[in-house]
């Protein structure tokens, strides 16, 4: 057999055998063998000394990187900082340009703008700090004065917000006390109107009136109007009534029995149901019956109840009574009043009966409550001159109690009787009490109003 030269061995062979003498390197530091340099260590200690020198080098480069990520995170808090801060800036520039606007400040307007192109292109910096990673040296000082500095873009913000809204406030108390100027006076005006329709209502349209030209449409204008006049003194008798703690239901009821009201309020046209029946009572005969029936043919003519028409129709109701006290409408006034306000009404609300007495024998008071009653006879008192003055003369009609609803001839004053008869048509309301009477002239029919209602069964 052939020896073996060295140099014929493999190449895979030498790889192999440079990797078992590392091995066997390694085992023999480990079993304690003496290295190279002929210092002889013990495995513990060594071993103790390895782990001791790594875990220091380990826990330093841990603090380092503790530190640095510290670092980064108040860096990034500083940014964020002053970024809050330039915003709130940018937001007090604004407010302070809105404040600028009005009223009109060109010079603040230019200082305002030059702010928030200045906090702008602050805010463009702090971009690109932050995509360059270029943090400030002193963190924590540069978030104080950005917190600082926010507090005050804050604080200015607020600042220029209350003086917009105090402006606003005095532009409101400015507004306030022009409509209230307009209040007075528009009340200012609406009492010399008023006064004006007390005085002669919207009779003035009949001032060129002739006796040839009288019509229906003429009769229903000085209707209105007595209508108006009757429910203002209605309203006056209720608030005395409420003022002497009279009980308005039991008044109410004992005006007109078995009535089922749709609202509490409805009861205020029972009162008026009985100012009316006491003051058209007798309507139908000349001068209410007050002649008796020994008018001489020459008063009936109808020529002659227009004249008088014509002569009250501009004339106050106090003034014509006080210059013609024992005149036929004074005498109406006097009947009329003694008839309308009972004794202990009267008593009630005055606490004596001196009106009555002074009325009883044509003395004629200056109060309000007989002022409304005098205004109230004198509408009443027109509207049966102008009756009749029509050929024939004018008739008065009302409305049974229980008889159905007829559009021809009725008018009602409480529309929730119809609401109720589409709810529950088995159930008609019926008429409960005539309010204000109805009229015909000629072929003419004024409507009657009248209260539907649900009549109680006994």
Known sequence: MEAVKPSAVTPSKSKWVRTLS?????????????????VQKEPKEADEWNDGKTTKRLSQKFDRLHNEELERRVASEALIAKIFATISA???????????????????????????VSDLKKLSELKQCFLKKQYDPSPEHSMLLAEIQEQKSLSKTFEIMGKKLESQLRLKESEIIFLRESLDESNKQNKLLEKRLNQSGQLFVLDNLHLSGLGPSHFMTVLRQTVKSIRSF????????????????????????AVIYWKADDKCFAFESFICREMFKAFHHPYFFLLGDSVPEGKKHPQVFFERFMELKSTKAKEYLAT???????????????????PKMESSFFGNLSIRDMVSSYQFPDTTF??????????????????FSFVPEASIFQISKGCRFSEVYMESVAEEAFLSSEIKPQSEPRVAFTVVPGFRIGKTIIQCQVYLSQLKTR
């Open 22 to 38: 590392k091995v066997l390197h390694l085992h023999a530091a480990g079993a304690g063998i003496v290295p190279d340099d002929g």
């Open 90 to 116: 940018i937001k007090a520039g604004y407010a302070q340009l809105q404040h600028a606007q009005s009223p009109y400040d060109a010079e603040g307007i230019q200082t305002a703008d030059r702010l928030i």
């Open 234 to 257: 209605v309203k006056l008798m209720i608030d005395q009534m409420k003022s002497a703690d009279w009980d308005i239901n039991s008044a109410a009821n004992s005006i007109e029995r």
């Open 324 to 342: 013609k006290p024992k005149s036929t409408f004074a005498k109406f006034c006097r009947i009329k009043y003694l008839q309308v306000v009972h």
């Open 370 to 387: 007989f002022t409304l009653f005098a205004d109230m006879a004198k509408r009443v008192w027109l509207l049966h001159c102008l009756a």
